[in-house]
């Protein structure tokens, strides 16, 4: 098994920060960040900022790529993502592993029909708090990536290379048994949490401490529940739980990636949230009345602050 050595970074938010400076701390690797256009004018001669440290992350323009990536990691907004995908393929070779940690249940097929599904593994970033104010990065919990194969047949990346790199770079990781089911699972929490820490503008320990907030943010996850019924997922009640078990150990201080959104007048990924519960519940005639209410409400907000 050849390591993993070369790390391209697609995506330089929170999430995208984090995982390099995670990945440059550790040794055995080769981080850069890839961008084109006026985001690579940007950042190119920018130093990163994560937890007060200084890290000098190159930035390569995918044209000008010498070599292909041994792992990519994508970490973009799902609207950025269209844009992106001839720089990930610019990126990928016969033996480049891809890695989203992007939310929602579709990056990966998107990029899949660009670059092969023989070159992805389906992934889910769990617990981690990375935040980001003005060019500063900050997280406190790296949290955990899950993931597993496209196939069940042997074919794709092999996990135990991906796996032995998260390990080197001291990031948690997990295959579990039923990786769809995971993410759903993902899908249920950033339905809930995300919206709901949107709408009430309310950092992590406001959902913590107030019933009535933690009410709304399980109605809406509970949508998702009866979703995933009609589509073969096992989630059940008990998911909520072990998602308790998680969001109780955040940081109260602590803010999801929709609220920093919301906060700085972004477009946020309601879409792939609200929208897509609302699709979903039309085709498997589910009622989904609070993701179609926080839908229409997230939508007012944004057209105001031309998000």
Known sequence: MTIIQKI?????GAMGAAYAAMFTDAAGFSVSFVARGERYER???????VNDRLYNVPVVHPDKVSEPADLILVALKHHDLAGAVSDITALAGKETAILSVMN???????????????????????????MRENDRFTYANPGKIIFGPVKDDGSGPGLARIQEALDRAGIPSEVPADIMRAMWWKFMINV?????????RAPYGLLQSSPEARSLMRSLM????ALAEKAGI????????????IFTRLSPTGKTSMLQDMEAGRKTEVEIFAGKVVALGKEYHVPTPVNETLLRIIKVIEGRSGG
Do not use: F
């Open 8 to 12: 391209s970074i697609v995506g330089a």
């Open 192 to 200: 809930g949490i995300n919206q709901a820490s949107a709408v009430l």
């Open 222 to 225: 509970e949508e998702v529940i």
């Open 234 to 245: 096992g989630l059940t009640e008990k998911d909520l739980d072990e998602w308790d078990r």
């Open 43 to 49: 950042l190119k001669n920018k130093t990163l900022t």
């Open 104 to 130: 929602g249940l579709e990056s990966e097929q998107t990029i899949g029909a660009a670059c092969g599904m023989d070159k992805l593994v389906y992934a889910v970033a769990v617990g981690i708090d990375a």
